[in-house]
């Protein structure tokens, strides 16, 4: 069987269209009927030149209804940039070895929820272009651009992968202030493999950041042979000198399908997320006026977490004080000694 959360996966499709079964099939995956697509076809001619893409925003905030303040604060910490950065510039210049076997891998920074994932990745972009001079494109299937199910249900994975791209690197006069997705939740854009494969050539370097991969690609999807998502990103992002891609993911287990494609040949270089190291780093963390007043320890070091902490409100160390008050004399005595 596919397991129990692939298995809410089919009841919540099977409600969006009653009709829908998955496919016994270990080589397909079937999908619910859905409406013909409305989504515009971009080609070569709507996409940005190479001069234009490094110009575009990397740390802009487009959260949907985020808490985030518009003005970051300065990113915590440098040393981690500069080491990530210089890693994964690394791998971008490096192409397979037949001789030795020896392939490159794809980067990934792990994290949970809040913890800074996103601005992680923008920083990382950021550094790419202004040290190495990258041209660097970010897509997102979190926050305005996020995976929806009438998505899922219309659209296969390589096709939201490219659209992302497409809408990411079109002229702003081809969007014309146009969303991803229309008010039905489908694709308004789209394009085909071939296009930006066109695009690419012409540009030759590009750095692919990919936010929340983990929505796209999970373990509860039926196992397939070669995933159409792999197979893209290994053509056109690894075995190109000066072309690479990077994730952000909740879990490892969500590139479980990536990984079977490589078939182990390439290893995920696997990126925590930075930690504050320094008084100074924590005086960097402000909101509003508002410093933390309890130890960053708290919060696992993360300056994510600690700035979530700062806009919401959410004080983790009174839910924690909370928690102890509960516990029973016995199970003090087991945790602390008493």
Request: glycine content about 6%; proline content about 5%.
């Amino acid at each position: 069987g596919l397991g129990a959360d692939a298995n809410r996966i089919v009841d919540a499709l099977k409600e969006f269209d009653p009709t829908w079964a998955p496919s016994t099939s270990s080589t397909e995956v079937q999908r619910p009927m859905a409406a013909p697509s409305k989504a515009r076809v971009l080609g070569v001619d709507d996409f940005l030149p190479v001069e234009e893409v490094r110009k575009k925003p990397l740390l802009e905030m487009t959260r949907c209804g985020s808490t985030l303040p518009a003005n970051q604060p300065e990113f915590v910490n440098k040393r981690w940039l500069t080491e990530t950065g210089t890693a994964i510039n690394n791998l971008v210049d490096k192409v397979d070895d037949d001789a030795t076997g020896q392939r490159v891998s794809p980067s990934a920074l792990i994290g949970c929820s809040r913890a800074g994932k996103t601005r992680a990745l923008r920083e990382i972009g950021l550094e790419l272009r202004q040290k190495y001079n990258r041209p660097v494109v970010y897509v997102s299937f979190n926050d305005a651009t996020t995976y929806q199910l009438e998505e899922a249900a219309s659209s296969s994975p390589l096709d939201s992968l490219l659209a992302r791209i497409a809408y990411a690197i079109a002229k702003p006069e081809v969007l014309a202030g146009e969303r991803l997705h229309d008010d039905e939740g489908l694709l308004s854009f789209t394009t085909n493999r071939t296009c930006l494969v066109e695009w690419l050539k012409s540009i030759k370097d590009c750095v692919l950041l990919i936010d929340e991969i983990n929505n796209l690609v999970n373990s509860a999807m039926p196992a397939i042979r070669k995933d159409p998502v792999a197979e893209f990103l290994r053509a056109n992002f690894i075995s190109t000198a000066g072309r690479g891609w990077v994730c952000t993911t909740h879990v490892t287990d969500a590139l479980k399908a990536i990984d079977d494609t490589y078939r182990g040949k390439r290893v995920f270089l696997y990126n925590s997320l930075p930690v504050v190291e320094s008084e100074e780093d924590l005086k960097k963390l402000v909101y509003e006026g508002r410093r933390l007043t309890v130890h960053p320890a708290y919060y696992g070091l993360s300056p994510g977490l600690i700035m979530t902490s700062l806009v919401t409100g959410y004080e983790l160390d009174r839910k924690w004080e909370l928690a102890l008050e509960k516990l029973s004399e016995k199970e003090r005595s087991f945790l602390f000694g008493e």
